[in-house]
């Protein structure tokens, strides 16, 4: 079965709202990790986040190891900000595993 | 500006071809992976190195084989390449935590 489920699979915002992603993840965590690609483009590492709560600028990620969760939150969102967000569990066996992404459209 | 480097961005190739794409990263770091996105954007790991030494190696096909000199370099070969092979090879590398990511080389197996 899949070890890491991501949602939402897409979402659509106005330019200014806030967006929760979500990760929920069913084998044991040694890491989680955010990333952001543009369309197109590379991927950029946006959290490290093994457990707690981190921020950077508008986007904050928070892991919680005992439900299993972690989230990405995007407050006053950006037109810029669109693109996909994937998340990325590293197992305590060291092996890695992606979510299916959530492509996200902010609309001006 | 990006520490991963990979060649080349672009190919296009015939079923059974063989291709190779390169990989360096200048940022030191000892683990290097390589992942393969398809039209989806789904990313699956294909193989792991930490110091030359192969640490996770997914279920690929074996026409896939990962060649290394050094820690710097991780290259990736497809010795008959399929028309399931197209998509997106992106590289990675990483200290212990964090994964940095190059551009990708987007593969067209016509």
């Known amino acids: 079965g899949q070890q890491v489920q991501q949602s939402p699979a897409s979402l659509v915002l106005q330019e200014g709202e806030n967006a929760e992603l979500q990760c929920n993840f069913s084998?044991?965590?040694?890491?989680m990790q955010w990333f952001y690609q543009r369309p197109g483009g590379s991927l950029v590492s946006l959290f490290y986040n093994p457990s707690g709560t981190k921020h950077s600028g508008r986007l904050t990620s928070t892991t919680v190891i005992k439900e299993r969760r972690s989230s990405l939150h995007i407050s006053s969102s950006q037109t810029t900000d669109s693109g996909t967000y994937l998340c990325?569990?590293?197992?305590?066996?060291?092996?890695?595993?992606f979510g299916d992404g959530t492509q996200l459209v902010v609309k001006p | 500006e990006t520490a991963v480097f990979q060649t080349p961005n672009y190919h296009v190739t015939q079923v059974g071809n063989e291709v190779s794409f390169n990989c360096k990263q200048t940022l030191g770091h000892d683990t290097m992976y390589w992942y393969k996105q398809d039209s989806k954007k789904l990313l699956k790991i294909m193989f792991s190195?930490?110091?030359?030494?192969?640490?996770v190696n997914e279920t690929v096909p074996r026409r896939f084989s990962p060649q290394s000199s050094d820690k710097a370099h991780l290259n990736l070969r497809i010795k008959s390449v399929e028309p399931e092979d197209s998509a997106v090879y992106l590289c990675?590398?990483?200290?212990?935590?964090?994964?940095?990511f190059g551009p990708g080389t987007r593969l067209l197996v016509l």
């Open positions: 990325a569990l590293e197992s305590s066996n060291n092996r890695i595993f």
């Open positions: 990675a590398s990483s200290p212990q935590d964090t994964q940095y």
């Open positions: 084998t044991s965590l040694n890491s």
């Open positions: 190195y930490n110091n030359k030494q192969l640490i």
